[in-house]
């Protein structure tokens, strides 16, 4: 089964940053795209920023000129920059891909098991 794994969340200052990353499982896997999404307490699931399998980037007005979506189609993997981050950003962090495991499958999209990312003192 297509499996995305999520990793980088953490507890950082604000100001700071972190990188998260997000593999795809499967040889075979076709990715047509990729994004991270995120969720706070008690609010609705945001898109953050998504990437093209030609590599282009979109973002959310709020993360622009600090965050950084990029993708090595190699390891069907995709990161997400975080700089400068603010208390705001505090969230659950949900890559998704929109792609297929195989020609032979469907397209469909796929989600990651989400990492916590805290800004905080």
């Known amino acids: 089964q297509v499996q995305l794994v999520e990793s980088g969340g953490g507890l950082v200052q604000p100001g700071g940053s972190l990188r998260l990353s997000c593999a795809v499982s499967g040889s075979n896997f076709r990715i047509n795209t990729m994004g991270w999404y995120r969720q706070a307490p008690g609010k609705q699931r945001e898109l953050v920023a998504t990437i093209t399998g030609g590599g282009t980037a979109n973002y959310a007005d709020f993360v622009k000129g600090r965050f950084a979506i990029s993708g090595d189609n190699a390891r069907n993997t995709v990161y997400l920059q975080m700089n400068s981050l603010k208390p705001e950003d505090t969230a659950v962090y949900y890559c998704?891909?929109?792609?297929?495991?195989?020609?032979?499958?469907?397209?469909?999209?796929?989600w990651g098991q989400g990492t916590q990312v805290t800004v905080s003192e």
């Open positions: 998704n891909v929109f792609g297929r495991a195989d020609y032979r499958a469907r397209w469909d999209n796929f």
